[in-house]
């Protein structure tokens, strides 16, 4: 399970909607707390909550949402308490969601990586890893809340595909996650059909090879 700490960015899913706040499962012991002060509203307006905003919230985010958050601070009984108040936070639209064990993911000074291959990733500290296509534009004026339903053309299918496969090489190997780890094991299985990544064999050919460039990279 994952203990959060303050300034974590995570990534989460939207259990329940209350009021004044969503229910947010982020893979802890409890429920983390999104409150409706915590976060900008589309427009990335700043004022009061009104009573119609709380009719709203359910535009906003609803159950089954998945979020890119950040830890604002912690309750007492240990739930954690999200906000979204910048805007490279909020709802995420296409991609796909890996979950791995919290451990493995590497605390670095970012967690938002555009990796050259044409794919983007989150990598929650809590063990949600979100793997989606770059943005071709940064959509500032929606306060993170528009998310694109667009058809994912193939070919970021297939990069994105590739890169969840080797998310799980690089787990089922204990390797940590960071974007660097991620970039080399995509380039080591570029030989490889994305299917065959899975194969334990290959598995272990392609995650030894990264493992090695990483020493080089130290070395």
């Known amino acids: 399970r994952y203990y959060g700490e303050v300034g974590d960015i995570v990534v989460g899913r939207i259990t329940e909607v209350q009021q004044k706040r969503w229910k947010v499962e982020t893979?802890?012991?409890?429920?983390?707390?999104?409150?409706?002060?915590?976060?900008?509203?589309?427009?990335?307006?700043?004022?009061?909550r009104s009573a119609e905003d709380e009719l709203a919230m359910r535009d906003y985010l609803q159950e089954g949402d998945l979020i890119s958050?950040?830890?604002?601070?912690?309750?007492?009984d240990g739930a954690l308490s999200l906000h979204t108040r910048s805007l490279k936070y909020g709802k995420l639209g296409q991609g796909v969601l890996v979950q791995v064990s919290p451990s493995?993911?590497?605390?670095?000074?970012?967690?938002?990586?555009?990796?050259?291959?044409?794919?983007?990733?989150?990598?929650?500290?809590?063990?949600?890893?979100?793997?989606?296509?770059?943005?071709?534009?940064?959509?500032?004026?929606?306060?993170?809340?528009?998310?694109?339903?667009?058809?994912?053309?193939?070919?970021?299918?297939?990069?994105?595909?590739?890169?969840?496969?080797?998310?799980?090489?690089?787990?089922?190997?204990k390797l940590m996650l960071f974007d660097t780890s991620i970039l080399y094991c995509y380039e080591a299985s570029l030989p490889h059909q994305i299917k065959d990544i899975l194969k334990p064999e290959v598995m272990e050919e392609i995650v030894l090879e990264t493992r090695q460039r990483l020493l080089d990279l130290e070395g």
């Open 27 to 48: 893979n802890s012991r409890l429920d983390s707390v999104l409150l409706l002060s915590s976060m900008n509203l589309p427009g990335g307006e700043l004022r009061r």
């Open 69 to 76: 958050a950040e830890v604002q601070s912690i309750f007492s």
């Open 104 to 173: 493995l993911v590497k605390r670095q000074k970012t967690h938002f990586h555009d990796l050259p291959c044409g794919a983007s990733v989150i990598l929650g500290n809590n063990g949600f890893i979100w793997i989606y296509p770059t943005p071709e534009q940064k959509d500032e004026e929606a306060g993170g809340f528009t998310t694109n339903l667009e058809p994912v053309p193939l070919s970021d299918r297939e990069v994105i595909s590739r890169l969840r496969n080797c998310v799980v090489a690089l787990v089922t190997q």
